[in-house]
Nanobody, 122 residues
Framework: QVHLVESGGELVQPGGSLRLSCQASENTFLNYGLGWFRQAPGKEREFVAG???????RYADAVKGRFTISRDNAKNVMYLQMNGLKPVDTAMYSC????????????????WGQGTQVTVSS
């Protein structure tokens, strides 16, 4: 059982930056594939970025070149650095974990955090 807690979401102006964190409770964190997903009101949950246990990464086209996913296995933490934020990035951001490899499908993940709200508005 992996317990995930997100933090770092807040209100930010367009063009601004935020860094989200996902803290995991599990000491075998390094064996997990991890993902960030987001869900805006009235919309389906969508894949944002993922990172495998071997540090392979993947990004949604909408965030490529603006967002960077990373992980620190020594601290059991995953990050999402978000630059050049746009109003369309406004959503609840959640992190998720599964064995070994990232997936861009939310149904592939066994463990989820509660989410952190990101609002991009002037």
């Amino acid at each position: 059982q992996v317990h995930l807690v997100e933090s770092g979401g807040e209100l930010v102006q367009p063009g601004g930056s935020l860094r989200l964190s996902c803290q995991a409770s599990e000491n075998t964190f390094l064996n997990y594939g991890l993902g960030w997903f987001r869900q805006a009101p009235g919309k389906e949950r969508e894949f944002v970025a993922g990172i495998s246990s071997d540090f392979t990464t993947r990004y949604a086209d909408a965030v490529k070149g603006r967002f960077t996913i990373s992980r620190d296995n020594a601290k059991n933490v995953m990050y999402l650095q978000m630059n050049g934020l746009k109003p369309v990035d406004t959503a609840m951001y959640s992190c998720a974990a599964r064995a070994w490899f990232l997936s861009d499908s939310s149904s592939a993940y066994a463990y989820w955090g509660q989410g952190t709200q990101v609002t991009v508005s002037s």
